[in-house]
């Protein structure tokens, strides 16, 4: 089946400051990668969606300049959470699709917490 | 909008036991319906799915019936095992002329079996 992988699985940073987390296709070309967040025995919520080489389509109440998303090559999306706060602790995961098939393929997810 | 409503957990259930995990959706059009299943510390994968009303989904001793006249996609197994204690989301996607397709989950069921 499709493989995702995200980097990294988790890491820890200070108020203030930025991390950038990866998204890779690793054996099919992704026309589109999901965002979502995951909160502690919640659902996921999809912040974002991007297609390759254009904008990013920002959910409702997602801050666009707070959590930059780029989607550069057919197998590579990231995410930049901008000058973190410790609100932004949280399970991030990604999924891709290619155009023509109705599935999401998910990540591993990455947690994050600022401290 | 589209929305999905599942069981609230946690469910406890002894091994062999059987396993329900009701869903039931509200969407336009004709979506197709998932269940996802989330081990602790991972992402998620794909358990089944269906496209079509009355399409049975199923694996690893899974099933889900997707039922058109009740909007529902109930989850079952006939025996479960410890090794199915996970957080179960039921999710549907309606797809849009043109785009990739977004996926819409329920708050998920946590399943604990015990020997």
């Known amino acids: 089946g499709a493989v995702v992988s995200q980097h990294p699985s988790w890491v820890i940073c200070k108020s203030g400051t930025s991390v950038k987390i990866e998204c890779r296709s690793l054996d099919f070309q992704a026309t589109t990668m999901f965002w979502y967040r995951q909160f502690p025995k919640q659902s996921l919520m999809l912040m974002a969606t991007s297609n390759e080489g254009s904008k990013a389509t920002y959910e409702q109440g997602v801050e666009k300049d707070k959590f930059l998303i780029n989607h550069a090559s057919l197998t590579l999306s990231t995410l930049t959470v901008t000058s973190a706060h410790p609100e932004d602790s949280s399970f991030y995961i990604c999924?891709?699709?290619?155009?023509?098939?109705?599935?999401?393929?998910f990540g591993p997810g990455t947690r994050l917490t600022v401290l | 909008g589209d929305s999905v409503t599942q069981m609230e957990g946690p469910v406890t259930l002894s091994e062999e036991a059987f396993l329900t995990i009701n869903c039931t959706y509200t969407?336009?059009?004709?979506?197709?319906l998932f269940w996802y299943v989330q081990y602790p510390g991972e992402g998620l994968q794909l358990l089944l799915k269906?496209?079509?009303?009355?399409d049975k989904g199923s694996n690893k001793g899974f099933e889900a019936t997707y039922r058109k006249e009740t909007t529902s996609f109930h989850l079952e197994k006939g025996s479960v095992q410890v090794s199915d204690s996970a957080v179960y989301f039921c999710a549907l996607s309606a797809p849009l002329r043109g785009t990739a397709s977004k996926l819409t989950f329920g708050t998920g069921t946590r399943l604990q079996v015990t020997l």
């Open positions: 969407a336009t059009g004709y979506p197709s």
């Open positions: 269906a496209t079509k009303a009355d």
């Open positions: 999924s891709a699709s290619q155009f023509s098939y109705n599935e999401q393929f």
